[in-house]
């Protein structure tokens, strides 16, 4: 009995102290977006044309398009730093009927790694972008195709960005974000 009671006492105060905990902690953490380009008013693609530009093989050059373009839903996981040196946002986008994956990177580690980011699909399917993310500290990004928004889907998007060294063999960082077409979100 007395046992039970000093249970109950110390699961009582583990929850008071994590009701005190999560707040402090959200509310010293750095905003979310820092890895976000700035949004720039006059660049982009033809306001016609959905999606990613297929034809850039860039994926830098896409950090001119604005991310917050009219018509455009960007929903994005939090930044994540990994002790290496490696920071990263994950974000799902959308436009014009079209759906894709693409994460913010920082490496300040030294040395060259590789992205592998991944769009899941509600119905199963999903596309994948394999990315070289180079030693020079300076941000970059990884996208992946755009395919046709699944309406009406009651499970999300899902978008997860692994960073690894070069063979692949040693997981640095896994950032995600996630997105329901209906209109939930996991992130901004």
């Known amino acids: 009995m ?12 583990g929850t008071a102290v994590l ?8 509310a010293t953490a750095g905003p979310a977006d820092s890895l976000l ?8 693609r033809d306001p016609g044309s959905p999606g990613p530009s297929a034809g850039s093989g860039d994926p830098l050059t896409e950090l001119t398009r604005p991310l917050l373009a009219r018509g455009r839903t960007t929903h994005c996981g939090p930044e994540l730093t990994a002790r290496p040196g490696i920071t990263a946002q994950t974000c799902v986008l959308a436009e014009a009927g079209r759906t894709w994956a693409r994460t913010f990177f920082h490496n300040s580690t030294g ?4 992205a592998a980011l991944t769009l899941l699909r509600p ?5 994948q972008a394999n990315c070289a993310v180079p030693a020079d500290g300076a941000p970059g990004v990884c996208e992946t195709p755009d395919g046709p928004t699944a309406r009406g889907a009651r499970l999300p998007y899902g978008a997860v960005a692994e960073f690894s060294d070069l063979a692949g063999e040693r997981l640095l960082l896994r950032s995600g974000g996630n997105w329901t077409p209906d209109g939930g979100s996991s992130g901004r």
Not at 2 to 13: F, K, M, N, P
């Open 19 to 26: 009701a005190l905990a999560v707040p402090l902690a959200a």
């Open 2 to 13: 007395q046992r039970a009671r000093i249970l109950r006492l110390i699961g009582l105060a």
């Open 111 to 114: 040395e060259p790694l590789r």
């Open 37 to 44: 380009p700035p949004v720039v008013p006059d660049a982009g």
């Open 123 to 127: 119905d199963g399917r999903s596309v």
